[in-house]
């Protein structure tokens, strides 16, 4: 057995009720995690499938460092193609599903096909079992999660669920790990109820061995006592999660408000976000992920229904992008969202946009099956999410997501949509914070801050250890626009490897510079699995999984340039108090920003795409068969 992994892949044919077993080794160059799945996602998925078809793929993966004493290794990075974009569909999760996947024996697992009636799969270490999900079709995740831990007479069973929204193919569901870790952005939800799979449940009883366990038990105290406890952001997340290292800055910190039509929201309206006041009233017990030193999560109940979550995302989804600030409603839509199965920000994307049509006249009640959209109105938000769930009246038109809401209501609606590759963005600090806004707008994933938004942007870091930790000169001023395509690059390729060694963002440097530095993640990784890589090595498995993922659009999706613009509101209306006052993204700067960002790639400047040149370098050869195949031409490159 290889240390650090299992050496295994397991595939699962719902169609036939057969599964495979392949070995990990003849895909080790990507290493793990997010990497192998994506490579398994290009290799597998052919450009004429569609994303809910049966042919289409979803990749579990868990990297070498989960089910290891490194602490925070508990994320699972799940791959597909994409339902709303076409492209790169990938997200991913804490809890205890990816240990325990790792514990049963596998390090991936390809889920493919159609079962012809609800079914869920469970896996106990080599068998794997096939069960009848009939009686908890239309039942929420957490009835889900518990119906299979009876039904299997365990209680240690981690899960992998949807809810109606997947059930209902709602285009923006979501995946939920152990009840409340939502695999969010792309419709993983959506991809399995269209193959009527409405759940995993796992339970593993072997151990991952390691390459040298004494010196890295010896290594994982050593970090945790000189750098985890250490870390401010580490006490913050412990003491508040997310939402209070959100919530620290005040008006001083960019929000999105009103479908991202403004970005301030006053202290008035953010002290009644306070996780603290929460937690008196609604609060059952802490939670944490699988080895984690941080401890972030909390279990949550509201009228009677319960969940996990409430960080930074509930508050800017919920709250601000909603101009919503009555705690009981905004718990009471992330509690739905959660039992539902559905991306909280792409939820609040649709609703944001219906919205802020209807206030501007687009919108009618004739057309929302008489309800009064306005911001704030926290019943008739709940009740259009209980229709966009349902696929009722109006909100079978919302649960397609906004791009295609757009066509189908007309009217000029789309003056009022923030699409990217034809995906909402739902984010804050897009206009002032110029890095960020490139990191999000150019993921692969059509988004989200979780790939290229480099949170270091945000940490004051002095010219002196930018230069000593990035090799960039000075990343201080946030609405500086120089040196931030540089910037965008290493964290993309530094996100990389977090993913795909399976680590935690949140103890990455994008919260805190001292906390996982390449140079720690090569040590763990030499300890873990005997063998040595330097970190620059590893930066450059990011960088190959980023020119994979760029690759995959560009042949799925067709992305290239034109997709990697900012959407007309954040280069048109700018923030209109606080500090950031006055500030957007000029599309002259921006233009220069992107060009130095695919100088960098060595990509295409005038089309996007990566060239033949950086794809051989990395390794990617069949790739660029694979493109010219399909008449996809590249240049040369320098």
Not at 77 to 84: I, P, Q, R, S
Not at 478 to 484: E, M, R, V
Request: charged fraction near 25%; hydrophobic fraction near 35%.
């Amino acid at each position: 057995m290889p240390f650090g992994r299992t050496g295994k892949i397991l595939y699962i044919n719902l169609s036939n009720k057969t599964t495979k077993i392949e070995s990990t080794e003849k895909y080790i160059s990507f290493i793990g995690g997010r990497g192998i799945n994506q490579w398994l996602l290009y290799k597998l998925v052919d450009i004429n499938v569609k994303p809910l078809d049966p042919e289409n793929v979803v990749v579990l993966g868990a990297g070498p460092f989960v089910g290891t004493f490194v602490p925070a290794a508990s994320r699972l990075a799940v791959d597909f193609k994409n339902v709303l974009t076409d492209g790169v569909g990938s997200g991913n999760c804490g809890g205890q599903f990816a240990s325990e996947m790792k514990f049963a024996g596998y390090d991936h697992i390809v889920i493919y096909g159609k079962s012809e009636s609800p079914v869920y799969i469970y896996i106990r270490n080599n068998k794997v079992f096939f069960r009848d999900a009939s009686n908890v079709w239309n039942k929420t995740t957490w009835e889900t999660e518990n119906y299979i831990k009876k039904k299997e007479d365990d209680k240690s069973i981690k899960t992998l669920t949807i809810g109606l929204g997947g059930e209902n193919l709602v285009k923006f569901a979501c995946i939920i790990g152990d009840r409340g870790r939502g695999v969010g952005y792309g419709g993983g939800g959506a991809v399995f109820g269209s193959k009527k799979l409405k759940g995993i449940g796992i339970r593993g009883t072997n151990s991952i061995k390691v390459a040298y366990p004494k010196n890295l038990l010896e290594k994982v105290r050593k970090y945790n006592t000189d750098v985890i406890e250490k870390s401010n952001m580490v006490r913050v997340h412990r003491k508040g999660g997310t939402l209070l290292a959100y919530l620290l800055p005040g008006e001083n910190r960019p929000h999105g408000v009103k479908n991202m039509s403004e970005e301030f929201w006053e202290n008035k309206k953010l002290s009644k976000m306070s996780r603290d006041k929460f937690d008196k009233d609604y609060l059952i017990r802490r939670q944490s992920c699988y080895n984690c030193p941080v401890y972030c999560s909390g279990i949550y109940e509201i009228n009677g229904l319960k969940c996990e979550g409430l960080q930074a995302n509930t508050i800017r989804s919920f709250a601000t992008n909603l101009n919503l600030t009555i705690r009981e409603k905004i718990l009471n839509i992330h509690a739905l969202t959660n039992l539902y199965g559905l991306d909280g920000d792409q939820t609040s994307a649709v609703i944001g946009w219906a919205i802020e049509c209807y206030e501007n006249g687009i919108l009618n009640k004739n057309d929302t099956d008489g309800l009064e959209l306005s911001w704030g109105n926290g019943d008739d938000i709940i009740k259009l999410l209980e229709n966009i769930v349902h696929r009722r009246g109006f909100g079978d038109i919302l649960a397609k997501g906004v791009y295609e809401s757009c066509k189908m209501v007309g009217r000029n609606s789309e003056k009022f949509s923030v699409l990217v590759k034809k995906n909402s963005l739902m984010e804050a600090s897009m206009r002032s914070h110029k890095a960020w806004a490139l990191g999000i707008i150019t993921s692969t994933k059509g988004g989200g801050h979780l790939r290229g938004a480099p949170g270091e942007e945000a940490q004051k870091i002095t010219p002196e250890v930018s230069k000593e930790l990035f090799n960039i000169d000075n990343i201080y001023d946030p609405t500086s626009y120089k040196n931030k395509a540089r910037l965008v690059v290493w964290q993309e390729n530094y996100k990389g490897v977090i993913d795909i060694m399976g680590l935690c963002a949140l103890t990455s440097m994008w919260m805190d510079i001292s906390l996982y530095q390449p140079e720690d993640i090569a040590e763990f990784y030499n300890l873990v699995t005997g063998e040595n890589i330097l970190a620059n090595e590893l930066l450059d498995v990011g960088l190959k999984l980023q020119n994979l993922e760029r690759a995959f659009n560009l042949l799925h999706a067709g992305f290239g340039r034109n997709d990697d613009m900012p959407p007309k509101k954040l280069s048109e209306i700018p923030v209109e108090e606080g500090p950031y006052k006055g500030e957007k993204l000029d599309l002259h700067d921006w233009n220069k920003m992107l060009d130095e960002y695919y100088e960098l790639h060595d990509w295409d400047k005038a089309t996007g795409k990566p060239t033949e040149n950086i794809l051989v370098e990395l390794g990617l050869e069949k790739v660029v068969e694979n493109l010219k195949a399909n008449e996809i031409f590249l240049h040369k490159g320098v």
